[in-house]
């Protein structure tokens, strides 16, 4: 066995020493790490363009810092649609994931979980995220519902088009919107440079997630960017970054954000840069460290854009 996949069911992309293995009943653990509870990475980036929009509305509305409720709410409705989405993902994608050495020791293609209770899994985990959207204004809940759409034709994606992390990212970056609905409940146009942005920095790093699996991706016929860009993957990632940070500028000056709003943006922006610098060519376990670092990134343009409404607020 290599060191992509390990013997005792968890894959290499969980984060080593997690509660999951060492503490939860044994019965449950198939079904935590079907819900990628096991690799928090994935609510956290879920979560972080639902808290920039947050942040990005306490500037507009002259808040003093984002709404908390709305912070707790996407925060458990991140935790829940994540876990939904991966045990969707995987029910679609248990043949193929058989195939990619990173994903064969997943709990559904290794047996582990069998569909029809992953199934009714998948249901639990949907009605927790719908009864967190109802928490909001009609608005938001209808910019909520619409995020299924993309979030359902996702999985198939990659077996016809050579770009499957566009719509990835049409879904991870959902909370762009719903910070700014759940405040105004209405969409301007701040919310949606931010969302396009979103998208921008999903199609980038998770072009650096799929460099683990470029190897197996073109053995099973998997389509994804990596594979896509090729030896101009570098290239392709430091322009989705940087069109992801000059939209997200553009949405904080149309917020009406000040010199600290924009220094969070730029820190924000160096930090991607880095990722693009550090980044080799079919360097998994390298890519797999680049690609965690976007936690650290978004929460430090989450908190320049709070710091600058606190200060706003204040003055």
Same mark, same amino acid.
């Given at each position: 066995?290599?060191?992509?996949?390990?013997?005792?069911?968890?894959?290499?992309?969980?984060?080593?020493?997690?509660?999951?293995?060492?503490?939860?009943?044994?019965?449950?653990?198939?079904?935590?790490?079907?819900?990628?509870?096991?690799?928090?990475?994935?609510?956290?980036?879920?979560?972080?363009?639902?808290?920039?929009?947050?942040?990005?509305?306490?500037?507009?509305?002259?808040?003093?810092?984002?709404?908390?409720?709305?912070?707790?709410?996407?925060?458990?409705?991140?935790?829940?649609?994540?876990?939904?989405?991966?045990?969707?993902?995987?029910?679609?994608?248990?043949?193929?994931?058989?195939?990619?050495?990173?994903?064969?020791?997943?709990?559904?293609?290794?047996?582990?979980?069998?569909?029809?209770?992953?199934?009714?899994?998948?249901?639990?985990?949907?009605?927790?995220?719908?009864?967190?959207?109802?928490?909001?204004?009609?608005?938001?809940?209808?910019?909520?519902?619409?995020?299924?759409?993309?979030?359902?034709?996702?999985?198939?994606?990659?077996?016809?088009?050579?770009?499957?992390?566009?719509?990835?990212?049409?879904?991870?970056?959902?909370?762009?919107?719903?910070?700014?609905?759940?405040?105004?409940?209405?969409?301007?146009?701040?919310?949606?440079?931010?969302?396009?942005?979103?998208?921008?920095?999903?199609?980038?790093?998770?072009?650096?997630?799929?460099?683990?699996?470029?190897?197996?991706?073109?053995?099973?016929?998997?389509?994804?960017?990596?594979?896509?860009?090729?030896?101009?993957?570098?290239?392709?990632?430091?322009?989705?970054?940087?069109?992801?940070?000059?939209?997200?500028? %553009?949405?904080?000056?149309?917020? #009406? /954000? $000040? @010199?600290?709003?924009?220094? &969070?943006?730029? =820190?924000? !922006?160096?930090?991607? *840069?880095?990722?693009?610098?550090?980044?080799?060519?079919?360097?998994?376990?390298?890519?797999?460290? %680049?690609?965690?670092?976007?936690? #650290? /990134? $978004? @929460?430090?343009?989450?908190? &320049?854009?709070? =710091?600058? !409404?606190?200060?706003? *607020?204040?003055?």
């Amino acid at each position: 066995m290599s060191g992509t996949a390990l013997q005792d069911g968890r894959p290499a992309d969980a984060v080593a020493g997690h509660w999951v293995e060492r503490a939860a009943p044994r019965p449950w653990r198939p079904y935590l790490r079907l819900a990628r509870i096991d690799r928090p990475v994935g609510w956290w980036l879920l979560l972080l363009p639902c808290w920039w929009s947050a942040a990005l509305a306490a500037i507009a509305a002259d808040r003093t810092f984002p709404d908390p409720w709305h912070c707790l709410l996407f925060l458990i409705g991140a935790v829940a649609m994540r876990g939904a989405g991966s045990t969707y993902n995987d029910i679609a994608d248990r043949d193929l994931d058989a195939q990619v050495e990173r994903t064969r020791l997943r709990p559904l293609p290794s047996g582990q979980v069998r569909p029809r209770h992953a199934a009714v899994f998948l249901v639990v985990q949907a009605l927790i995220g719908l009864a967190v959207l109802l928490q909001f204004n009609d608005q938001a809940v209808v910019v909520g519902l619409c995020s299924l759409v993309p979030v359902a034709i996702y999985p198939f994606m990659k077996r016809v088009m050579p770009l499957p992390q566009a719509v990835l990212g049409l879904a991870f970056s959902w909370g762009a919107l719903m910070g700014w609905a759940a405040v105004f409940a209405r969409l301007d146009p701040p919310a949606l440079l931010l969302y396009a942005g979103a998208l921008c920095w999903v199609v980038g790093y998770d072009t650096i997630y799929a460099v683990q699996d470029i190897e197996d991706d073109e053995i099973a016929g998997i389509r994804s960017s990596a594979r896509l860009f090729g030896r101009r993957l570098r290239l392709a990632v430091g322009l989705c970054y940087a069109l992801a940070s000059l939209l997200v500028a %553009l949405a904080a000056r149309g917020a #009406g /954000a $000040g @010199l600290v709003g924009y220094l &969070g943006v730029a =820190a924000f !922006a160096a930090h991607l *840069g880095w990722q693009v610098l550090s980044l080799r060519e079919r360097d998994g376990r390298g890519a797999l460290t %680049l690609f965690r670092s976007n936690r #650290g /990134a $978004g @929460l430090i343009l989450f908190a &320049g854009l709070s =710091a600058d !409404a606190l200060l706003r *607020g204040l003055s």
